[in-house]
């Protein structure tokens, strides 16, 4: 840190206090070159995590809103809040990851799924009828194909293919 007064670039700390606040640390420092003493504040630079909407437009990455989708399709289904948390906690881990600090919606939506699907079929498709945005019966009924051809066999005798 350089001297305001004399802008010589070593001095010591001679005290060091969190603020009233507690959102920055106030530190007393003395030049050891004018033996002059100077205060400075250290904060924490936080720049939020973003995702990229399907528009392009940005929006700063929101976990409640994750679950909030993810507990409206789990709705009245199996699924432990322990398990959505864990959802919740990888798409978060996937986005602080990104070295630009941000993620396309679409690549989150698509972790998101992968998990629903392992956990519940039927969550799994209250998830991706609303994120992936069919534009008719047919695409969804494509996805509902998709996931019967995909299932384990023994779960697959039991479930009539969609025609």
Do not use: W
């Amino acid at each position: 840190m350089r001297c305001p007064f004399c802008a010589h670039p070593e001095d010591k700390v001679v005290d060091s206090r969190e603020s009233k606040e507690g959102e920055s640390i106030r530190r007393r420092r003395e030049c050891l070159k004018c033996e002059k003493r100077f205060t400075t504040y250290e904060r924490i630079d936080e720049i939020p995590y973003m995702v990229v909407k399907k528009d392009g437009r940005r929006e700063r990455f929101d976990r409640q809103k994750v679950l909030n989708g993810l507990m409206r399709a789990c709705e009245k289904r199996p699924v432990s809040i322990g398990k959505l948390e864990a959802i919740v906690n990888e798409a978060e881990t996937f986005v602080i990851d990104s070295p630009e600090r941000e993620r396309r919606t679409s690549e989150i939506g698509q972790l998101i799924m992968e998990h629903l699907k392992k956990y519940d079929k039927v969550a799994y498709v209250r998830f991706a009828s609303v994120y992936l945005d069919f534009k008719d019966v047919r695409e969804f009924l494509s996805e509902l194909q998709d996931l019967l051809n995909h299932k384990d066999p023994a779960a697959v005798a039991t479930v009539k293919p969609i025609k």
